[in-house]
C-alpha cells in the first residue's frame, strides 16, 4: 500500500479544516489553497502550507482545475482530497489528476461520470432491479417535449437538473400553467451552478422520507454499507437536519436499503465514499433518487454512531489499502443529529447575511462543532453561507434532541444573522420531536414555524432590561454609565429595539419584577434571552432597516445585500404590474427576485447582466403610471 505524504485540500471552510484534522493526525501534510476572500479563515491557517489562487468568483478560483493542477505539480502533491461541492464529482478533474501522476481521493472517472448524470444513474438502477421513480430523462430538451412529458407523466411532477446536486436546478410544478417558467428556473440555476443545463422529470412523491445509505467501496471488490441516515428535514431541497440512524423503518425496508445500496455500489465498481439516496413512502416503499459520488456535508453523524473516521477510510482506500473494516465489524450504537449553521435571516425569507463576525464560540463541550469561521472572520457573497455544523450524540433520538437544544442555546454568534433560533424552535417542534417528519413538512410549515413569538410585557422587561445592562457596561469611564435616575422622574427609561421585523417602544423601570430566564447573551448587536424554551432575540433600533417580505421575492427596488444581476426581465419604458418580476440577482448560490412593488412604467433599469451591485443599490427606478 503507497503511503500519502502530502495531500492538497482543493476546497475551503468547515470541509477543509475537517480533512486537514485527520491528515494530520494520519502524519501527512497538507497544501490549502485559497481565494482572495478566504485569506483569513482557519482552514489557511490549518494547513502546513497555503497557497493563494487570486481572484474571488468560483470558477477562477476553486473551479479552476488547470490553476489547482498547476499547484499540485509546483508542491509535489500525492494526492488532492475535493471534499464535496466544487470539484468533488467532476470526472474531467479526476482524469486531469490521474493524467499528472496524482491520486484522485474520490471514485473513479468512470463512477463519477455514471453516477454524476442522474438519468444515467437512474438507468443504471433500473438495470439491477432496484426500484426508481418514473420519469423522463431523455436528451431532447425542447421545452414543449418537456412539457409533453410532463402531462403524459401527470403533475405534481418535479424538474431536476441532471448534475449536481444541493437543491440546485429543483422546482416542484403542480401544474401545467406553472411548467415553462419553472424550467426555465431550472435551466438558468443548474447552468449557473453546475455549467450544464440538461434537466430530467420525475413524478412528484408526495410526502416520502428521505433515507440515505452511507456505501464505501475499496479497489479490491468490497463493499459495505455503515448505517443510513434521515435527511427529511429539508429547506427547498436543501438540508438543515441531518440525523442517523433513520429510526421507524421496518426490517423489510431497511434490509432492502442497505441490499440495493451495495448492489448499486458495484455495478459501477465504486470504491470510496459515497451515498445512494432513497425516498421512502409511508408504506415503507422505497425509490432511488441519486448517488452522491463524494463524502456527504452529513458525514459526521454516521461518524458519532459507528465510531469511524470517514476521512480516514478515504484515505486509506485512496492509498490502495482494504477497507478498515468488514461488515460483520461495523456496528452502531447511540443516536446522532447534526444542525447546519447558516449565515442568514430567517424572519427576512431566510435572506443570507453577510458581514463581520463578532462573536463564534459553542460553550457545549459534549458538541462536535466543525467550524469554518472564527471570530474576526468576513462573510462574504461569493460561497454558500453555511458557517459550521454543530453535531450532537445521545442514547436515543430523544436525547440527542435535548442534547442538541442544549447546544444551540449555548452557542453564541454574532456580526452577522444566523438560523440559530429558528433551529431551536424547530427542535422544540412536536412534529420533529414525536414524529418523522417528511421532506416537505419544513416547506409546507414554514409561515407556521416562522410566526413570530408574542411579545409579553414581561419579555419586554427582560429584553428592556439587558439592553440597558448592555449599555451601562460599555466603558469604564463614569460618563459611560447611564441607569434610571432622573430628577423628578419616577425612574424609568424608553428602550427602541427590534425584534422579527418589528418596532418596539417600551418604557421599564429600574427595580421592577423580572421573569427568571435560562440564558442570556449580551452582544454588541443584540440581545438574546431564552425563557420557557422559547428564544426571543432583539436588536438595536434602526429606523432604515430594511423589512423583506420573502427572500425569493424583494419588494423594495433596491439591492437587499452585494451580489450579481444575472438576470434582467424588464425593459425601459415597460408598463409593468405589481408583483412582476425585475432582476434576478444572485448571491451566495442563491437566487433573489426583485418584483414591482405596485403598478407603474419603468423609467430606468441601473445595471445589466453580468453586474455586481453593492447592498442598498437603487436597481430600478419604477414611476406610477
Known amino acids: 500500500m503507497t503511503k500519502f505524504k502530502k495531500i492538497l485540500i482543493a476546497n475551503r471552510g468547515e470541509i477543509a479544516c475537517r480533512i486537514i484534522r485527520t491528515c494530520h493526525q494520519m502524519g501527512i501534510e497538507t497544501i490549502a489553497i485559497y481565494s482572495d476572500a478566504d485569506k483569513t479563515l482557519p482552514f489557511v491557517k490549518m494547513a502546513r502550507k ?43 478533474f479526476a482524469n486531469a489528476l490521474s493524467q499528472a501522476g496524482i491520486v484522485f481521493i474520490g471514485p473513479s472517472p468512470k463512477a463519477i461520470q455514471a453516477m454524476g448524470s442522474k438519468s444515467e444513474a437512474k438507468q443504471i438502477a433500473h438495470s ?21 412529458q410532463a402531462k403524459d407523466i401527470g403533475f405534481p411532477v418535479l424538474i431536476k437538473a441532471t448534475h449536481g446536486g444541493g ?32 434537466v430530467m422529470i420525475e413524478k412528484y412523491i408526495v410526502e416520502p422520507r ?41 426490517d423489510k425496508t431497511r434490509t432492502g436499503l442497505h441490499a ?52 480516514e477510510w478515504q484515505i486509506i482506500v485512496a492509498q490502495g489499502g482494504n477497507l478498515p473494516r468488514t ?66 450524540y445521545g442514547h436515543d433520538r430523544k436525547d440527542a434532541i435535548r442534547r442538541l437544544i442544549t447546544a444551540l442555546i449555548d452557542l453564541k454568534i454574532s456580526g452577522v444573522k444566523t438560523n440559530r433560533e429558528f433551529l431551536i424552535e424547530l427542535m422544540q417542534n412536536s412534529a420533529v420531536c414525536d414524529h418523522l417528519p417528511h421532506i416537505a413538512y419544513l416547506d409546507q410549515s414554514m409561515d407556521t414555524l416562522l ?60 427595580g421592577q419584577s423580572i421573569i427568571p430566564y435560562l440564558s442570556v447573551d449580551r452582544m454588541p448587536d443584540l440581545i438574546r434571552i431564552s425563557v420557557g424554551g422559547k428564544v426571543f432575540t432583539a436588536t438595536p433600533h434602526n429606523p432604515d ?12 427596488l433596491n439591492a437587499p445585500m452585494p451580489g450579481r444581476i444575472i438576470s434582467v426581465l424588464a425593459n425601459q419604458g415597460e408598463t409593468v404590474d405589481a408583483g412582476t418580476p425585475l432582476i434576478i440577482l444572485e448571491a451566495m448560490k442563491m437566487e433573489h427576485t426583485i418584483r414591482a412593488p405596485h403598478d407603474g412604467i419603468i423609467e430606468e433599469i441601473m445595471f445589466k447582466t453580468g453586474d455586481f451591485v453593492s447592498e442598498g443599490e437603487e436597481l430600478v427606478k419604477l414611476v406610477a403610471a
Request: hydrophobic share 35%; charged share 25%.
Open 260 to 311: 440495493d445500496a451495495i448492489k448499486l455500489a458495484k455495478a459501477v465498481n465504486y470504491h470510496g465514499a459515497g451515498t445512494v439516496e432513497f425516498l421512502v413512502d409511508a408504506h415503507g416503499d422505497y425509490y432511488f433518487l441519486e448517488m452522491n459520488t463524494r463524502l456527504q456535508v452529513e458525514h459526521p453523524v454516521t461518524e458519532m454512531i459507528t465510531g469511524q473516521d470517514l476521512v
Open 327 to 392: 461488515q460483520d465489524q461495523i456496528n452502531s450504537t447511540g443516536h446522532a443529529l447534526e444542525a447546519r449553521i447558516y449565515a442568514e435571516d430567517p424572519a427576512q425569507g431566510f435572506l443570507p447575511s453577510i458581514g463581520k463576525i463578532t462573536a463564534f464560540n459553542c460553550l457545549d463541550d459534549s458538541a462536535r462543532f466543525d467550524a469554518g469561521y472564527a471570530t474576526g472572520n468576513q462573510v462574504s457573497i461569493y460561497y454558500d453561507p453555511m458557517l459550521a455544523k454543530l453535531i450532537v
Open 210 to 250: 428521505h433515507i440515505e445509505i452511507q456505501v464505501f467501496g475499496d479497489t479490491h471488490g468490497n463493499v459495505v454499507t455503515l448505517a443510513e441516515r434521515d435527511c427529511s428535514l429539508q429547506r427547498r431541497h436543501q438540508k438543515i437536519i441531518e440525523e442517523a440512524p433513520a429510526i421507524g423503518l421496518n
Open 545 to 556: 432597516h430594511l423589512n423583506l417580505e420573502d427572500g425569493a421575492s424583494d419588494q423594495s
Open 167 to 198: 437543491g440546485k436546478g429543483m422546482r416542484r410544478v403542480n401544474a401545467e400553467s406553472e411548467f415553462i417558467a419553472a424550467l426555465e428556473g431550472c435551466q438558468r440555476e443548474a447552468l449557473n451552478a453546475f455549467s450544464n443545463a440538461h
Open 451 to 510: 410566526a413570530p413569538s408574542d411579545l409579553t410585557d414581561e419579555i419586554k422587561d427582560c429584553l428592556a432590561h439587558e439592553f440597558i445592562q448592555s449599555r451601562t457596561r460599555t466603558g469604564d469611564s463614569p460618563w459611560a454609565q447611564s441607569d434610571s435616575w432622573r430628577h423628578l422622574s419616577d425612574g424609568s427609561q424608553k428602550v427602541c429595539f427590534d425584534h422579527n421585523g418589528s418596532s418596539y417602544r417600551h418604557q421599564y423601570k429600574k
Open 50 to 92: 497555503a497557497v493563494p489562487l487570486s481572484g474571488n468568483d468560483a470558477k477562477e478560483t476553486y473551479l479552476n482545475v488547470e490553476k489547482i493542477i498547476g499547484i499540485c505539480r509546483q508542491e509535489n502533491v500525492d494526492a488532492v482530497h475535493p471534499g464535496y461541492g466544487f470539484l468533488s464529482e467532476n470526472a474531467d
Open 128 to 148: 439491477v432491479n432496484v426500484p426508481i421513480i418514473r420519469g423522463y430523462m431523455g436528451e431532447n430538451q425542447d421545452p414543449n417535449h418537456l412539457l409533453n
